[in-house]
């Protein structure tokens, strides 16, 4: 399956973004959705995830702010993020963890198969 990711952009912190994440050539249902993010001068750090039955995670600092959703039919993900800070800097990556439908989410990158070129969202004080 290929990823591609978009909706990038510059904000001012406390603006929102929204992310998709777009899948071709594979069947997009058989994959749970992971979004990592790259700071500059910072390993890849997990985001949020979607199983493929609707089970997520997040990681701490987002939860509450991004929401993680995902669309079957439009063979997309979508990560919608709020309240944006500074700290939320990064070239944002989406992957796919091909696993069984009842599969828990995995936060480690080391189990995403597939990964979309990033998306960078900047956010200014």
């Known amino acids: 399956v290929q990823l591609q990711a978009s909706g990038g952009g510059l904000v001012q912190a406390g603006d929102s973004l929204r992310l998709s994440c777009a899948a071709s050539?594979?069947?997009?249902?058989?994959?749970?959705i992971g979004w990592f993010r790259q700071a500059p001068g910072k390993e890849r750090e997990f985001v949020a995830a979607?199983?493929?039955?609707?089970?997520?995670k997040y990681k701490e600092s987002v939860n509450g702010r991004f929401t993680v959703s995902r669309d079957n039919a439009k063979k997309t993900v979508y990560l919608q993020m709020n309240s944006l800070n500074v700290e939320d800097t990064a070239v944002y990556y989406c992957?796919?963890?091909?696993?069984?439908?009842?599969?828990?989410?995995?936060?480690?990158?080391?189990?995403?198969?597939?990964w979309g070129q990033g998306t960078l969202v900047t956010v200014s004080s």
């Open positions: 992957a796919a963890d091909n696993v069984i439908l009842t599969a828990p989410v995995r936060t480690e990158s080391r189990y995403y198969e597939f």
């Open positions: 050539g594979g069947q997009f249902s058989r994959y749970a």
């Open positions: 979607i199983g493929r039955s609707g089970t997520i």
